[in-house]
DNA sequence: TGGCGAATTGATGTTCTTTTCAAGTTCGGC
DNA sequence: GCCGAACTTGAAAAGAACATCAATTCGCCA
């Protein structure tokens, strides 16, 4: 084995931790899309954008050839997309349980919360 | 909505990307820990450890309850190892494929290239 | 073959994260 | 009440990532 899998897996997320390298999973889940298409879409800089293109290429979660002067993005594994749905739907039902949370402890206890709770309190026993 | 999805999913992404917060998520996987059970197996001093658990804690990833004079954590949502399953999967998976591409670019072209590729050479149509 | 468009690379300042240490809180036992 | 154990918090140094600009490569075609 290489290294421990916890230092793998986070090494992953970490290179799928930034907003515009989400947003061109996002757009490559449409199909191929060469770096001119994608500038307008992400709306970075071709040099930014390139920067991130070039993170995603070397953690081999896109792959690019080049057709005549422009260079076409796919995603290497089109399982990527089944991780982007599951996170989806624990930030949808987090968010969902949190925000119905925070809305009880407003109604119930807002006039004795000053100020309201940042993160949800810690459960007692 | 609040905010835009890549922008949210991002976050989500970034607050998993640190080995030690992997870690402790794939012990709680056996169930509830304590702060103390889990310096030992994580391998970071209180203080810092405890930073950690805050930063899953603040994203509503963990949650954590009071047991006298200890603190349990566990995991909101179980779904959190449908994530890592994924990742893993995708992870060995990729790996595989690129150690085999590596593999085989060494065999037949080892004496052509100075220096050896870091990154899976571009495909060419 | 000279120049232009497409994309990448390198270098650099800035900003964010990680790590460490000291100080603070909370709880239980004496 | 006071002390020690279990955690958490705050602040500051060290390290990593991001964003930006200039310079470069590569292919096309006039």
Known sequence: MTRPIYQVKAEFFKTLAHPARIRILELLQDGERSVGELIP????EASHLSQQLGILRRANIVQSRKVGSTVRYSV????????LA???????GTLAEA????A?????????LQPPPREAPRQEI
Chains 1, 2 share one sequence.
């Open 86 to 92: 599951v996170a989806k739907t624990i930030l949808t």
């Open 76 to 83: 290497s594994d089109r399982r990527i997309f089944d991780l």
């Open 41 to 44: 879409e992400v709306g970075l």
């Open 104 to 112: 009880e402890l407003e109604g119930v206890e807002f006039t004795k």
């Open 99 to 102: 925000n119905q949370l925070l």
